[in-house]
């Protein structure tokens, strides 16, 4: 007898086809896909899966670093990104791993279902003739006749929460537990909650990051991100039209502790906004942290990043303005050494743009190991740029607003001509480009808060499946499924009673002696 | 007192517990040792300090003249009232030293908390010490409820390699947070992972012992420690029982997470490395539950399931937090 209501129950694998059609093939693959083994290899084949994507950067992550991993590794780059490593959460094959892994768990878990509830409902088996065969078991007399101890098991069984049936006069079946495989199932089923809720998400949901300097305002349109992610199925048009405006961004760093590692790390970082709920709707002082994410109504808005916008104006040798923005340069370390470019559209000199490209140094210093920042706070702000000129955007290829494609471009020279032009400016400075191709100004530093705005739909589903998966987790580990049963036989002696306990669990139950000594004194408790 | 007066005290409390867990080690090793003798009744003139060449010509002398005294040998592992004196005076040493250091470390890590005002748990060096402590009183606690002498020196020699690796690798000084750490997910989180590894750390050890003893405890060759464990099925059951509680922690660990780099990133799970590794681990140990009631698993196999587990945890930590470029930068190193 088994306690298991497991599909590979050896009755299930009793039903063969006489012949294997195409039915049968199906039948048993199905069998195969369901069963708890195949269960065993798609999870450890996930798990193997899942290895690559925290080893080579992941597009959807950082494409840039993806872009640049495989520009280094020319042969084994291209090969690797044919087959998805720098995709993998996206990739064909690890989606059929783990769309196989469901089939399977439906599949396993939907008969389980069945079985369980009908097992809920009926009463718990006969008794086996030969109670001394279980593993644990104990005889012990009573006073009385076999019909009062009899009534005295009953409820001493009862005492310990097991569910009791007789199926004949002698004995009692008992059994408690259910609660384990109720909670298994729901364990299993709630993770099919989580992944509905993951793809409702995926569909439904979308996300856009903002770049915003200080002073400037942000439109939520699809139009307004610099870059926007939405779901197959979400419709751009219909973003609710809030506003918000950067006021004034904090950010602190570690002076106090000077140890490795800590030095200039940062501590806190804070972006006021005036959020408009729409338009016409009075303003709102808000703030936005990390940790500290503000609920538009449509998507919620989180602080993911914070870097230097310098403002640069370029004018012409006629002292006409053709350039004058705050420009986001981009941090690439903890001091933020940052990179950017000022990419002058309107025609230059005879018919040529203009390019700057470098950096933007918060706390500049300035020696034999090149220009650098040594503090992430704008203390020493300094540029240090390159310039360019020819055409900007050859073949109108897409590219970053961070650098230069000088594919088409030379890079200009000094006065003299003997070296390449480096500007090194800070703020309030004005740089005249040699052969009257105008100049260049740092007008002064603003901070920008890298701002992202996610909707996602799908998480109260995922997160609530997610809790439910945990609840019956923890059932289905702590409660243990257990049968006793009892039979009664007159003794020799008149006037008492044998009464023969044994019990019946799973290989490795270390409480059922415990249990059945537990009923065994509830009843002698009953019968003094 | 200033806060740096309180990381020193912090730092000397952690010195402390490391002496005194190193005394608690050998008090069980001499323990284990002492042990051995009166499992073989040929060997009785051994002392409880058996030096490692001893224990081989020990071991030959037994095995020459197996015949009579094998069975009686037998007999007497059944019953751990057989301990000698000498034995049960160390391991009794050893878990005072145990509870004392486990207090110790508890101690370094508050102090280290008060010194900064914050949760001790932003950093290598802080996971390490909370992972010390966290295993240490898993052990102290689970040793309230069965004999656990046996286990002590595997899992404080572990400890104290990792303490080891902690004060010199890893070392950081106390501090505050960067921005994205300070939340009171980091509390919940970051506490129930640690002390889901702390579970999962005694479980893997009493895994790989019982492994262990079911390869080579019937043999009489240089493993004569083995005898001194309880038998296999028992050791693999305390496993089993060890990774069932630490499951539903891991599974909490990993929803926490979610919720956490919601807040903290905007999306419940983005694959970050960290991200992906601890699914990883859910998905390994999910299997190794799996495995344990598969038909045509052996529980041998299921164990080395557990103990992979446990390798891709060290690797999450030592590897992961260190070298993989991640949103989980927060290694201080
Ligand atoms: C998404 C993948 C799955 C995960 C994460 C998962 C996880 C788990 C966990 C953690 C347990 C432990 C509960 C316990 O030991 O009592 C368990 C038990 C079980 N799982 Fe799964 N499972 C998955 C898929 C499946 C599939 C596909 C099947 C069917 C073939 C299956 C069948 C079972 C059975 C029968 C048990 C009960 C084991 C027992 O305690 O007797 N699981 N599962």
């Known amino acids: 007898m088994s306690l298991s209501t497991q599909p590979n129950d050896p009755r299930r694998d009793d039903i063969t086809q006489p012949t294997l059609g195409t039915l049968g093939l199906l039948r048993f693959g199905w069998r195969q896909l369901t069963s708890m083994r195949t269960a065993l290899f798609l999870l450890l084949l996930l798990a193997v899966a899942a290895l690559p994507g925290s080893i080579f950067p992941q597009r959807s992550i950082d494409a840039v670093r993806t872009a640049d991993w495989i520009a280094r590794h020319e042969t084994a780059g291209p090969i690797l990104d044919k087959i998805g490593l720098f995709e993998v959460y996206a990739a064909p094959w690890f989606a059929a791993i783990y769309l196989l892994l469901l089939v399977s768990l439906v599949g396993c878990v939907l008969p389980r279902s069945k079985i369980h509830w009908k097992a809920m409902r009926s009463q718990p088996p006969k008794a086996p003739k030969r109670l001394e065969r279980l593993a644990s078991h104990e005889s012990v007399t009573f006073d009385g006749t076999p019909d009062e101890v009899l009534e005295d098991v009953r409820a001493a069984l009862r005492g310990g929460r097991f569910r009791i049936h007789s199926h004949d006069a002698t004995t009692v079946s008992a059994e408690k537990g259910y609660l384990k495989e109720t909670g298994n199932l729901f364990f299993h089923l709630a993770l099919i909650g989580v992944i509905l809720g993951m793809a409702w998400g995926h569909l439904m949901g979308w996300k856009g990051d903002v770049i ?171 540029l240090a740029l390159s310039a360019f000129e020819g055409t900007l955007f050859p073949g109108g290829r897409p590219q970053s607003v961070y650098s230069l494609d000088t594919a088409e471009m030379t890079q200009l020279k000094n006065k003299a001509g003997t070296d390449l032009l480096r500007i090194w400016l800070t703020p309030g400075q004005t740089y005249t480009l040699p052969g009257g191709q105008g100049s260049i100004t740092f007008d002064g530093v603003e901070r920008f808060a890298g701002i992202s705005i996610r909707n996602d739909p799908g998480k109260e589903l995922t997160l609530g499946s997610a809790l439910v998966a945990l609840l019956g987790l923890i059932l289905s580990l702590t409660i243990r499924r257990r049968r006793l049963f009892v039979r009664v036989s007159p003794a020799d002696e008149e006037g008492r009673t044998v009464v023969s306990i044994g019990g019946l669990a799973k290989d490795d139950d270390e409480g059922m002696g415990e249990q059945l000594e537990g009923v065994l004194t509830r009843l002698k408790e009953r019968r003094t | 007192m200033t806060h740096e007066t309180m990381a020193n005290y912090a730092n000397l409390s952690l010195y402390s517990a490391m002496a005194v867990l190193t005394l608690s080690m050998l008090g069980y090793a001499a323990y284990l040792a002492g042990w051995l003798p009166t499992r073989d009744a040929a060997a009785t003139s051994v002392g409880a300090e058996v030096a490692a060449e001893d224990r081989e010509l020990v071991s030959a002398g037994v095995g020459s003249m197996s015949g009579g005294v094998a069975p009686e040998a037998g007999v007497s592992t059944s019953t751990t009232s057989e301990v000698p004196l000498r034995a049960r005076k160390a391991g009794g040493i050893a878990q005072t030293l145990a509870l004392l250091g486990t207090v110790l470390l508890f101690a370094s890590a508050a102090l280290r908390g008060w ?218 190193l």
């Open chain 1, 212 to 382: 915003l300097p200080v002073g400037e305002t942000f439109a939520n349109t699809a139009a307004r991100f610099d870059t926007l992610n939405p779901g197959p199925l979400v419709d751009t048009a219909a973003f609710a039209p809030f506003t918000m405006k950067l006021t004034k961004f904090d950010a602190v760093f570690e002076t106090d502790v000077k140890g490795k590692g800590q030095f200039g790390s940062p501590r806190d970082f804070t972006a006021h906004v005036d959020f408009t709920k729409e338009p016409g709707a009075k303003v709102e002082k808000r703030v936005i942290r990390v940790n500290g994410p503000l609920e538009t109504g449509s998507g919620t808005a989180f602080l993911l990043g914070n870097g230097y916008a310098p403002h640069i104006t370029v004018k012409d040798a006629q002292g006409k303005v053709t350039y004058s923005e705050a420009t986001p340069f981009l941090a690439q370390d903890n001091n933020y050494n940052s990179v950017g470019a000022v990419k002058v559209a309107g025609a230059g000199p005879a018919g040529k743009q203009l390019g700057f490209a470098g950096l933007f140094l918060p706390t500049a210093v300035l020696d034999d190991q090149g220009p650098r920042s040594v503090f992430p706070d704008a203390l020493e702000p300094a």
């Open chain 2, 115 to 332: 010194s900064v005002e914050r949760w001790p748990l932003g950093n290598m060096f802080e996971f390490g010490v909370a992972a010390s402590l966290f295993t240490m009183m898993v052990f102290v606690i689970a040793g309230t409820r069965r004999d656990l002498r046996w286990l002590g020196v595997f899992v404080v020699a572990p400890v104290l390699i990792l303490l080891g690796l902690a004060n010199t690798v890893w070392y950081t000084e106390a501090a505050e947070l960067m921005p994205s750490l300070k939340s009171v997910w980091l509390i919940i989180h970051v506490t129930v992972a640690t002390i889901s590894v702390g579970l999962f750390a005694v479980g893997a050890t009493v895994a790989l012992l019982y492994l262990a003893k079911d390869r080579f405890g019937e043999t009489t060759g240089g493993f004569r420690v083995l005898r001194a464990l309880p038998d296999s099925r028992a050791l693999e059951r305390f496993a089993y029982s060890l990774h069932i509680i630490a499951f539903p922690l891991w599974t909490f660990t990993l929803i926490a997470g979610a919720i956490w780099a919601r807040q903290a990133w905007g999306s419940y799970w983005n694959w970050d490395p960290k991200e992906v590794w601890t699914f990883i681990i859910w998905v390994v140990y999910a299997a190794y539950l799996h495995a344990r009631v598969t038909r045509g698993w052996r529980r041998q196999s299921a164990s080395w399931v557990a103990v992979a587990g446990f390798a891709c945890i060290i690797i999450n930590y030592a590897v992961v937090n260190v070298y993989f470029v991640g949103q989980h930068s927060y290694s201080g």
